[in-house]
């Protein structure tokens, strides 16, 4: 009888970004690689470069953003792919000469990062997706010669060239989660490392969760979901109240559905029930503060006190604050303890 390895020891779970580095790190010799940098130090050296060019038209920020965004966000490689590109939700329209300007600044920050060795995670998948996509190419040259040649085998052709490492495509099949969140360089990467067929790619993703400004149509990146795409509608994570509510935040807006088509809230519901989210008005942060206040300790009362059987729903009174961001959450709980005596633990 064959024996099988475990189903876990075939399975590769990795980040996106983890991924790329490590089809990087394949394929870069040692002592030429690149250090990657964060949003911050890269835009760091972008002031630079506007500081030398006296360029005063537009800030680091829109720049970094429309490189991040559009340039590598579309996979632009030439300045007429960019006087091309489109644009949309970018706020401020460019005419050809400002377009020609910021390809020229780009030009030149980009051969800085270069002279530092240094790049982004968004070059990093863009040279990932490239390295993917040859070894893809390779593997459909090598096929169609063996077609060619009716079949036989071809170790001739590979004993004297790296050519075995490109046998096989690296999976065979590729989940992805969080799929809103990546860019057409991420798409391009994972398409090549499975061969197109019968579950190639399975995908998840909800747009209205986006974290990042990456508009992809997965068409365009050789990724065909059109008429095979089901849409989850029932939720299993909030209640139908908290829903309801939500819906009437997000209203009529319109969100894309990862393939040139909109999708919007509309059919959504859940199956848990529970109270109305009560809406509470604020004049400013210290009233915001000293409500959430008042509120915390009437319902630790509630929480800690047995019931008539006596039954106590959470002797410690545990609860949560939830806050955007994570300096939102070191001002809330700061304030808490220090103006109202309620002790915290911010939780990263």
Not at 27 to 39: E, K, L, Y
Not at 146 to 166: E, F, V
Not at 176 to 190: T, Y
Request: a negative charge; aromatic letters at 6%.
């Amino acid at each position: 009888m064959r024996a099988y390895p475990q189903p876990l020891g075939r399975v590769d779970i990795k980040h996106i970004d983890q991924l790329a580095q490590s089809v990087l790190n394949e394929n870069v010799a040692p002592g030429s690689q690149r250090s990657v940098i964060g949003d911050e130090p890269t835009q760091n050296v972008l002031r630079e470069v506007l500081f030398e060019h006296g360029e005063q038209r537009w800030d680091a920020e829109f720049i970094f953003d429309e490189w991040q965004q559009i340039v590598l966000g579309q996979s632009l490689a030439t300045r007429q792919d960019y006087f091309k590109a489109r644009r949309a939700g970018r706020g401020r329209a460019l005419n050809r000469p400002e377009r020609a300007a910021i390809w020229k600044l780009l030009e030149q920050f980009t051969l800085r990062l270069n002279s530092m060795s240094r790049e982004t995670w968004a070059q990093a998948a863009e040279r990932a997706a490239r390295y993917e996509y040859e070894r893809a190419r390779k593997i459909q040259a090598r096929a169609e010669r063996k077609q060619d040649i009716g079949g036989g085998d071809l170790i001739h052709l590979d004993g004297n060239s790296s050519g075995m490492r490109y046998l096989r495509h690296r999976y065979q099949h590729i989940v992805v989660d969080e799929a809103q969140d990546l860019s057409p360089a991420h798409w391009k990467m994972l398409r090549s490392m499975a061969a197109p067929g019968p579950d190639d790619l399975f995908i998840a993703g909800d747009t209205h969760q986006r974290i990042y400004v990456r508009q992809v149509t997965l068409s365009t990146v050789g990724i065909n979901i059109r008429g095979r795409a089901s849409k989850l509608t029932l939720s299993y994570r909030t209640t139908q109240e908290i829903l309801d509510q939500a819906a009437k935040v997000v209203g009529d807006t319109t969100y894309d559905d990862l393939d040139d088509g909109t999708d919007t809230l509309n059919g959504y519901h859940s199956l848990l029930r529970g109270p109305v989210p009560e809406l509470v008005a604020c004049t400013d942060w210290n009233d915001e503060i000293t409500q959430l206040a008042e509120t915390l300790k009437a319902w630790r009362a509630e929480i800690i006190r047995p019931a008539e059987d006596g039954a106590v729903r959470d002797p410690s009174g545990t609860m949560a604050v939830c806050v955007a961001d994570s300096d939102m959450a070191g001002r809330v709980a700061a304030d808490l303890e220090i103006k109202h005596g309620i002790t915290t633990a911010t939780l990263t």
